[in-house]
């Protein structure tokens, strides 16, 4: 799955990393330096509208007036293009999380041991994701949700479950209003980056509470450290 995870570039970076110009997106070159996003709160979120690309704050997490439990932050590409929950997102609601990595949390013995997951060569993560379109309006707990693809290879070891990453070659496609459901779902299933692209250390725990941010929750740990926590 995918719980929490670091947007800490700038907005320039994700753009340059996706080879994109729009004369509508709003360029910055100051970092966004978010170390820690965690659900509910609002997220930069790539997406199309009216044939521009737009980056917008969007609330992380879906909850229709039906659904009476928490916001939902995650779905599974696999049952997510038929599913009653996700079928309407994933036909209109198609969008990309620029990120820089994500955290998830390995039990060893009676703890458990939060890691940092990130690109071999250190390149921005494009997340799939789908949500409430259109996305410069208020939906209330109808935002987005991170799609999720199964683990495998040592990645299984941390989680059995991590979000499809997009080729950056890849992101302008899916998210085009010309792409149809099934070609979405052929994007996801071939254009998404293997286990081997990535690699991964353990961080602080402090990564848990979600005031705490800095670019300590994202350094790597010595095992002496790891201990003593």
Same mark, same amino acid.
């Given at each position: 799955?995918? #719980?929490?995870? $670091? ?9 340059? +990393? !996706?080879?994109?110009?729009? @004369?509508?997106?709003?360029? @910055? ?16 979120? !790539?997406?199309?509208?009216?044939? %521009? !690309?737009?980056?917008?704050? *969007? ?10 439990? /928490? ?21 209109? #609601?198609?969008?990309?999380?620029? +990120? ?21 060569? %250190? ?5 799939? $994701? ?8 208020? %939906? ?9 693809? $199964? ?13 499809? *990453?997009?080729?950056? @070659? +890849? ?10 459901? =099934?070609?979405? /779902?052929?994007?996801?299933?071939? $254009? ?14 402090? *990564?848990?509470?979600?005031?705490? /941010?800095? =670019? ?10 790891? @201990?003593?926590?």
């Amino acid at each position: 799955m995918c #719980g929490r995870f $670091a947007q800490y570039r700038s907005r320039n970076d994700y753009f340059n +990393a !996706l080879g994109i110009e729009d @004369d509508r997106l709003i360029y @910055d070159p100051e970092p966004i330096a978010r170390y820690n996003v965690a659900p509910g709160t609002r997220v930069l979120l !790539l997406n199309m509208r009216d044939e %521009h !690309l737009h980056l917008d704050p *969007v609330f992380w997490g879906y909850g229709p007036e039906w659904w009476h439990k /928490q916001p939902l932050i995650n779905a599974r590409s696999e049952t997510a293009p038929t599913g009653r929950m996700f079928k309407p997102l994933w036909h209109h #609601g198609r969008a990309v999380v620029p +990120a820089d990595g994500w955290f998830e949390w390995k039990k060893e013995g009676s703890r458990k041991q939060p890691f940092f997951i990130y690109h071999q060569q %250190h390149e921005p993560l494009f997340f799939a $994701a789908i949500g409430k379109a259109p996305f410069d309006k208020e %939906h209330g707990h109808e935002g987005f949700v991170i799609v999720t693809a $199964a683990s495998n290879k040592g990645m299984v070891d941390i989680h059995d479950r991590r979000p499809l *990453v997009l080729r950056a @070659d +890849a992101v302008e496609e899916w998210l085009s209003e010309e792409t149809s459901p =099934e070609r979405a /779902q052929k994007i996801a299933e071939q $254009a998404a980056l293997p286990e081997t692209a990535f690699r991964w250390h353990p961080v602080t725990k402090k *990564v848990g509470n979600i005031h705490n /941010q800095g =670019e300590e929750m994202i350094e790597e740990m010595i095992e002496e450290t790891v @201990d003593a926590e």
